[in-house]
C-alpha cells in the first residue's frame, strides 16, 4: 500500500511541476540498486553541476497519442484507425496512415492521408480524428507500402504564384 501511495505522489508532483530529468533518474538509480551493492561516482570536479536534460510533462488535455485513434468522415463514416505517421526529415508531420475499410482486419488497407486533412473534432474531446475527405475518395486511394513511394491523399495543390507584372510606363 505504501508503494502505491508513493507512486501516486510522485506521478502527481510531477503533473504540478516540472521536474529535472537528471533528478528523475538519480532518484530511479537509487530505488533500483540494492543496498549491498555500492556504485562509484562519476568523477566530476567538486565545482562543476551535473548538465541538466530539459524536460516537459504534458497532461492529459492538451496531447495525445495518435497510434489507434479512429478516423471518421465528415459524416460520421467510420473509416478506419491510424496505425502510423509519417514524417519528413525535419521532423514536420506530414501523413497520417490509416488502415482503411475492411472487417475485422479482413480486408483491410493502408492509406496515407495528409496531416493538413485531418483534424480533431472542434467540441468533445479528442477521441478520434475527422477526415476532411469523402469515404468514396478513400476507398479510390492507393495503398501505402512501406519502402515504395508514398501518395497522400488529400495533399493540397500549392497555387503556382504568378510573376508580378512588370510597371507600365
Same mark, same amino acid.
Given at each position: 500500500m505504501r508503494k502505491i501511495l508513493a507512486f501516486a505522489c510522485a =506521478?502527481?508532483?510531477l503533473w504540478v511541476a516540472p521536474i529535472p530529468l537528471s533528478a528523475l533518474l538519480r532518484a530511479q538509480?537509487? !530505488?533500483v540498486a540494492p543496498p549491498s551493492e555500492a556504485r562509484p561516482a562519476p568523477a566530476q570536479p567538486d565545482d562543476a553541476a551535473p548538465p541538466e536534460t530539459p !524536460?516537459? =510533462?504534458l497532461n492529459d488535455a492538451? !496531447? =495525445?497519442a495518435l497510434?489507434?485513434?479512429p478516423v471518421q468522415s465528415l459524416k460520421a463514416?467510420?473509416?478506419g484507425r491510424v496505425v502510423d505517421v509519417i514524417t519528413d526529415r525535419s521532423g514536420l508531420l506530414r501523413a497520417a496512415v490509416i488502415d482503411f475499410g475492411g472487417y475485422l482486419g479482413v480486408g483491410a488497407r493502408k492509406i496515407a492521408v495528409d496531416w493538413r486533412a485531418l483534424h480533431f473534432p472542434e467540441k468533445g474531446g479528442m477521441d478520434r480524428l475527422i477526415a476532411d475527405l469523402p469515404r468514396d475518395q478513400l476507398r479510390a486511394a492507393p495503398v501505402y507500402k512501406e519502402g515504395e513511394p508514398i501518395v497522400v491523399l488529400g495533399a493540397p495543390v500549392q497555387? =503556382?504564384? !504568378?510573376a508580378p507584372a512588370p510597371p507600365k510606363p
Open positions: =506521478v502527481l508532483s538509480e537509487g !530505488a !524536460a516537459t =510533462v492538451g !496531447a =495525445v497510434l489507434g485513434k463514416e467510420d473509416l497555387p =503556382v504564384e !504568378a
